[in-house]
């Protein structure tokens, strides 16, 4: 099994930033095995991919909406992800996940992905 387990959120103004965190742990987690997601989710919509990193330094993935103001992390010596969120906007608040798997293809598709975390809340005020 893998624990995923993210930290980071908060309430910020429109321009502000945060980094959230994920810490990779359990049984079946090896370094470098899983790709690395993350999703966000706001109530009646679908769960959104958000920016992924490849395993083996394939590289990085993110969705359009976020394309430089996001920046993802490789994961570090401790299992840890991180999500560089700057310039942010209302349009962001939502749940964001971390997730963990090895897509096939549609890398931000939430169905690649296999491990999940409790979530981590980010507000965006205008």
């Known amino acids: 099994q893998v624990q995923l387990q993210e930290s980071g959120g908060g309430s910020v103004q429109t321009g502000g930033s945060l980094r959230l965190s994920c810490e990779a742990s359990g049984s079946g987690y090896a370094y470098g095995y899983y790709s690395m997601g993350w999703f966000r989710q706001t109530p009646g919509k679908e769960r959104e991919g958000v920016a992924i990193?490849?395993?083996?330094?394939?590289?990085?993935v993110y969705d359009d909406s976020v394309k430089g103001r996001f920046t993802i992390s490789e994961p570090d010596a401790k299992n840890t992800v991180y999500l560089q969120m700057n310039d942010l906007r209302p349009g962001d608040t939502a749940m964001y996940y971390c997730?963990?798997?090895?897509?096939?293809?549609?890398?931000?598709?939430?169905?690649?992905?296999?491990?999940w975390g409790q979530g981590t809340q980010v507000t965006v005020s205008s």
């Open positions: 997730a963990a798997g090895n897509p096939l293809s549609g890398p931000l598709r939430a169905e690649g992905y296999i491990f």
């Open positions: 990193v490849y395993t083996g330094s394939r590289g990085k």
